[in-house]
């Protein structure tokens, strides 16, 4: 297996976000791949880093996804936009998180405002879950791996 993937995740907001790019980007060369890293698109302008991000997404046959708690309990919202654009948009989708615990074990049966948790022994909501062919118990490089593993079907 081949082609490119997208990089998705909170990375981008990291101090070394550039770095980080570019040493996920040499991960995924190390394993025969393209990586697209959302930093990719310079531009200050907030219409032109959401188009660049979809277009790169457009270009890319796999998304790999940060699905590890961002500002609170749950996965990063711009990448949970960024799955389900994938998802419509026909590509594979493959997470990574170092908690795979289901959400209703971590948060509980209501969360501290009083809405429920569902129980589908998720580690994230199950529109996340069901998305992807494959989430993995670790980092970016575990989730390359698997990529690089399977040979999923559409």
Not at 41 to 68: M, Q, T, V, Y
Not at 94 to 111: A, K, N, P, V
Request: proline share 3%; with cysteine.
């Amino acid at each position: 297996m081949s082609g490119s993937i997208y990089i998705a995740g909170f990375d981008v907001f990291s101090p070394d976000a550039v770095e980080k790019g570019k040493a996920l980007k040499k991960i995924c060369a190390e394993y025969g791949f393209e990586g697209l890293y959302p930093l990719d698109n310079e531009s200050s302008d907030p219409r032109k880093i959401f188009g660049g991000n979809l277009a790169l997404i457009n270009k890319a046959d796999i998304i790999c996804a940060n699905l590890n708690d961002f500002r609170g309990q749950d996965m990063d919202s711009g990448t949970a936009f960024e799955i389900g654009y994938g998802y419509a948009k026909g590509k594979k989708i493959f997470g990574y998180t170092q908690d795979i615990s289901s959400l209703r074990s971590r948060i509980g049966e209501y969360d501290n405002l009083g809405y429920s948790v569902e129980d589908f022994g998720m580690c994230v909501n199950l529109m996340i879950g069901c998305a992807c062919i494959n989430i993995i118990k670790g980092g970016f490089e575990d989730c390359i791996k698997s990529v690089r593993n399977q040979t999923p079907t559409a």
